[in-house]
């Protein structure tokens, strides 16, 4: 059992910026991929960025490449998901941190990947 903690969300304006974090704890995988989605309503929850923890490997959605970062926090198994500047109000909606351990697939952003999943944490962002 992984349990996952996120924090960090809030709101914000178009073109400011937000740091996520999530906490892992529990079994935890001796290699560990995280990743971070999101939900829109209505619409189907995404991969945004997904990272090897403890390596250099990172992958993003096109729709924030450039925009946000996955780094790994304070702590082994914290993961920061900085979203620079440049949110827009289509980020509007809850971020979620999932983990698995690393293996086939490695850090991707399929969401049928990912087994552990946080609560989520609300990002707004107003015009």
């Known amino acids: 059992q992984v349990d996952l903690v996120e924090s960090g969300g809030g709101s914000a304006q178009a073109g400011g910026s937000l740091r996520l974090s999530c906490v892992a704890s529990g079994s935890l995988y001796f290699n560990n991929c995280m990743g971070w989605f999101r939900q829109a309503p209505g619409m189907e929850r995404e991969g945004v960025a997904a990272a090897h923890i403890g390596g250099e490997s990172t992958t993003y959605a096109d729709s924030v490449k450039s925009r946000f970062t996955i780094s790994q926090g304070q702590g082994t198994y914290t993961t920061l998901y900085r979203q620079r500047n440049g949110l827009k109000p289509e980020d509007t909606g809850p971020y979620l941190c999932?983990?698995?351990?690393?293996?086939?697939?490695?850090?991707?952003?399929?969401?049928?990947?990912?087994?552990?999943w946080g609560q989520g944490t609300k990002v707004t962002v107003s015009s």
């Open positions: 999932a983990s698995r351990p690393c293996g086939a697939g490695g850090y991707t952003l399929d969401r049928v990947a990912y087994k552990s």
